[in-house]
Structures are given as C-alpha cells and as structure tokens.
C-alpha cells in the first residue's frame, strides 16, 4: 500500500506561480512512478504530468507543457508540481497518483494510488 497526500494549492490570479506537494508513504517510494492529473467541475479526470522512478523521464499534457514542471525528490519521498503562469483554465482538483507502470502513465485507469487532492483556482 501506498499513502499520498498533497498539499500547496490554493486561490491565486491569472499569471501567478503555485508548488504542489505530494508526499508518499508505504511502499519504498523510489519503486513508483508519479504522476498528476485534475479534475474541474463537469469534466472528466485528465493527465497532467507525469515522472519516471529515477526522475530522468518526464511527460506533460500539451496544455501545461512549457508552464508545468514535475520534479521528484526520491530521498524525501516527495513529488512536486511547479505551476507559473497559471491561468483560469487550470482551476480544478490537483491529484497525485502512482501508475501500475511508467507505460500506463497516460491513462488515469492504470493508476493504483491515488491523493485526496488539492484545490487550485486561479481568478482571472
């Protein structure tokens, strides 16, 4: 089992900066790989980045490629979403999770562990 809980989100404007926080317990937690995804009012759960075990591979939505950056801090058990520029479009519930495998990382069914989540908003 794995326990996740994030944290950092809040209420911020249009062209602000946010860090989420995702802290992982159980299982050794270099063994996983991480991702995040969000979930907005009336819409389907979506991918939103994601991070290999070692840290070396990353993978982003095209919506946030270039605004988001995923990091992990494997000593800390600990990954993280740096979020600038951020925009209306970005308020929803932020979720970390960890896929079966890095190969499933697109798909939030091949997810097996999964954070309560954190609000972002942003106003414009």
């Known amino acids: 089992q794995v326990q996740l809980v994030e944290s950092g989100g809040g209420l911020v404007q249009a062209g602000a900066s946010l860090r989420l926080s995702c802290v992982a317990s159980?299982?050794?937690?270099?063994?996983?790989?991480m991702g995040w995804f969000r979930q907005a009012p009336g819409k389907e759960r979506e991918f939103v980045a994601a991070?290999?075990?070692?840290?070396?591979?990353?993978d982003y939505a095209d919506s946030v490629k270039g605004r988001f950056t995923i990091s992990r801090d494997n000593a800390k058990n600990t990954v993280y979403l740096q979020m600038n520029s951020l925009k209306p479009e970005d308020t929803a519930v932020y979720y970390c999770?960890?896929?079966?495998?890095?190969?499933?990382?697109?798909?939030?069914?091949?997810?097996?562990?999964w954070g309560q989540g954190t609000q972002v908003t942003v106003s414009s």
């Open positions: 999770a960890a896929p079966l495998d890095w190969s499933t990382r697109l798909s939030s069914l091949k997810y097996e562990y």
């Open positions: 159980g299982r050794p937690f270099r063994m996983y790989a």
């Open positions: 991070i290999n075990q070692s840290g070396g591979n990353t």
